[in-house]
C-alpha cells in the first residue's frame, strides 16, 4: 500500500510540474494597458488580483490601486484607456459598466449599466476614447457600440446595420481604438470566414468608412489589442492561438490596409518568444505588454531595445 501510495505522490508531482509553466504564464497575462502622463505606463493585473499596476518606462514600479471590493472595485477588468490629463476609464465585463478614476486613482463615477436598452450594456468587451472625449464601449452582447460623452451621458449607438450590414460583426469585437481624426477602427475576429480578422473604420457620424481586410497577412491567432499612432497608422497585437505553435505578433498597418512591418514578441537577451496581448508606441518606442508578465521595448525600425518584467 505504501508504494501505491509513494508511486502516485511521484506521478502527481510530476504532472504539477509539468502543468507549472503554462499556469504562471496564464495568470501574468496583462489584460490592457495605457500610456499615463510623464512617461509613465498603467496596466490591469491579472483576474486574481484586479488591481491597476502603474509604472515608468523602464518597468519600475511607481503604485498599485484599487481593489476587488467596495466602491470603484473590479471584478473583470478587460479593457483601458485614459485621457490625456491621466483620468483611466476601465471596463469591467462581468459589472458591464466603465469605471472612471482621475490622475490620483481615485474612484469618480461610473458608466453604463446593464442591460439591453439604449445605452446600457450586455457582455461589453472593449473600450475606445477618442480626441474629443467621447467614450465608445462593445456591446457585443446587445451587438453594437454605446457612444457617451466623457461624463457618462448616452449619446447614440452603433449598429451593424449602420455600416457593413452584415448583422453579426459586433458580437465579435475583440478590440477597438480611436483615431486622431475622430475616426473608430473595430477589430473582429471571428471563425466565419465573412468576419474572419477584419478592421471596420467608421466615421464620426457612424458611418462605415473603410474595411481593411487583415487575413492576408497571415497570422493564426486572435487579435487582443488594437493601437493607432499619431500618423493615423494602426499596430494590431495578433496573440497566440490555442494550438501553441503560433508565438503571436504585432502587425504595423498602415490606414489604406497595407503591412509596413511584422514584429514578433522576441527577447534576444534571453532567446525565446513570447505571448504578446497589449501594445503602446510612445517617443518612437513600441512597448509590448506580454502573458508571461514580460515586456519587449522595440525601436519602429524592428530592433530589439530591453525587456523588463511585470
Same mark, same amino acid.
Given at each position: 500500500m505504501?508504494v501505491?501510495?509513494?508511486?502516485?505522490?511521484?506521478?502527481f508531482?510530476?504532472?504539477?510540474?509539468?502543468l507549472a509553466?503554462?499556469a504562471? !504564464?496564464d495568470?501574468?497575462?496583462? *489584460? #490592457?494597458?495605457?500610456a499615463?502622463?510623464?512617461?509613465?505606463?498603467?496596466y490591469?493585473?491579472?483576474n486574481?488580483? @484586479?488591481k491597476?499596476?502603474?509604472i515608468?518606462?523602464d518597468g519600475?514600479l511607481? &503604485?498599485?490601486y484599487?481593489?476587488?471590493?467596495?466602491?470603484?472595485?473590479l471584478i473583470?477588468?478587460?479593457?483601458m484607456?485614459?485621457s490625456?490629463d491621466?483620468?483611466l476609464?476601465?471596463?469591467?465585463?462581468m459589472k !458591464?459598466?466603465?469605471n472612471?478614476?482621475?490622475?490620483?486613482?481615485? +474612484?469618480?463615477?461610473s458608466?453604463?449599466?446593464?442591460?439591453?436598452?439604449p445605452?446600457?450594456?450586455?457582455?461589453?468587451?472593449a473600450?475606445?476614447?477618442?480626441?474629443?472625449?467621447?467614450?465608445?464601449?462593445?456591446?457585443?452582447?446587445?451587438?453594437?457600440?454605446?457612444?457617451?460623452?466623457h461624463? &457618462?451621458?448616452?449619446? #447614440?449607438?452603433?449598429?451593424p %446595420?449602420?455600416g457593413?450590414?452584415?448583422?453579426t460583426?459586433?458580437?465579435?469585437?475583440?478590440t477597438m !481604438? #480611436?483615431?486622431?481624426d475622430?475616426?473608430?477602427a473595430v477589430?473582429?475576429?471571428?471563425?466565419?470566414?465573412?468576419l474572419r480578422r477584419k478592421?471596420?473604420?467608421?466615421?464620426?457620424k457612424g458611418?462605415?468608412f473603410?474595411?481593411?481586410?487583415m487575413?492576408?497577412?497571415?497570422?493564426?491567432?486572435? +487579435?487582443?489589442?488594437? +493601437?493607432?499612432? %499619431?500618423? @493615423?497608422t494602426l +499596430?494590431?497585437v495578433?496573440?497566440? $492561438?490555442?494550438?501553441?505553435?503560433?508565438p $503571436?505578433?504585432?502587425?504595423?498597418? @498602415?490606414?489604406? $490596409?497595407?503591412?509596413i512591418r511584422k514584429? %514578433? !514578441?522576441?527577447d534576444?537577451d534571453?532567446?525565446?518568444y513570447y505571448?504578446?496581448?497589449?501594445?503602446?508606441v510612445? @517617443?518612437?518606442r513600441?512597448?509590448?505588454?506580454?502573458?508571461?508578465?514580460?515586456c519587449?521595448? *522595440?525601436?519602429?525600425?524592428g530592433?530589439?531595445?530591453?525587456?523588463?518584467g511585470?
Amino acid at each position: 500500500m505504501s508504494v501505491r501510495i509513494f508511486i502516485y505522490t511521484i506521478t502527481f508531482l510530476i504532472v504539477l510540474t509539468t502543468l507549472a509553466p503554462t499556469a504562471a !504564464a496564464d495568470t501574468g497575462d496583462p *489584460f #490592457a494597458a495605457w500610456a499615463l502622463p510623464g512617461g509613465k505606463f498603467a496596466y490591469i493585473t491579472p483576474n486574481d488580483e @484586479n488591481k491597476i499596476r502603474v509604472i515608468d518606462s523602464d518597468g519600475m514600479l511607481k &503604485g498599485d490601486y484599487i481593489t476587488e471590493v467596495g466602491k470603484g472595485g473590479l471584478i473583470m477588468p478587460c479593457d483601458m484607456v485614459g485621457s490625456p490629463d491621466g483620468w483611466l476609464f476601465v471596463l469591467d465585463r462581468m459589472k !458591464a459598466h466603465v469605471n472612471v478614476y482621475d490622475d490620483k486613482m481615485d +474612484f469618480q463615477y461610473s458608466i453604463g449599466e446593464k442591460g439591453s436598452g439604449p445605452g446600457q450594456l450586455k457582455s461589453p468587451q472593449a473600450l475606445a476614447i477618442d480626441a474629443y472625449g467621447f467614450i465608445y464601449i462593445a456591446n457585443d452582447g446587445n451587438n453594437r457600440i454605446e457612444k457617451f460623452d466623457h461624463e &457618462g451621458k448616452f449619446i #447614440a449607438s452603433l449598429s451593424p %446595420e449602420a455600416g457593413e450590414g452584415v448583422g453579426t460583426e459586433f458580437k465579435y469585437i475583440t478590440t477597438m !481604438a #480611436a483615431t486622431p481624426d475622430g475616426k473608430l477602427a473595430v477589430g473582429v475576429d471571428a471563425d466565419d470566414p465573412l468576419l474572419r480578422r477584419k478592421i471596420f473604420v467608421y466615421d464620426r457620424k457612424g458611418e462605415l468608412f473603410a474595411t481593411l481586410e487583415m487575413s492576408k497577412w497571415g497570422g493564426q491567432g486572435r +487579435f487582443s489589442d488594437l +493601437f493607432i499612432d %499619431e500618423d @493615423n497608422t494602426l +499596430f494590431v497585437v495578433d496573440s497566440p $492561438g490555442e494550438s501553441g505553435t503560433y508565438p $503571436g505578433a504585432i502587425w504595423h498597418i @498602415n490606414k489604406d $490596409g497595407s503591412l509596413i512591418r511584422k514584429y %514578433e !514578441a522576441y527577447d534576444s537577451d534571453f532567446g525565446r518568444y513570447y505571448s504578446p496581448v497589449d501594445v503602446i508606441v510612445r @517617443n518612437s518606442r513600441m512597448f509590448i505588454f506580454c502573458a508571461e508578465k514580460k515586456c519587449l521595448v *522595440f525601436s519602429l525600425d524592428g530592433a530589439y531595445l530591453y525587456s523588463f518584467g511585470l
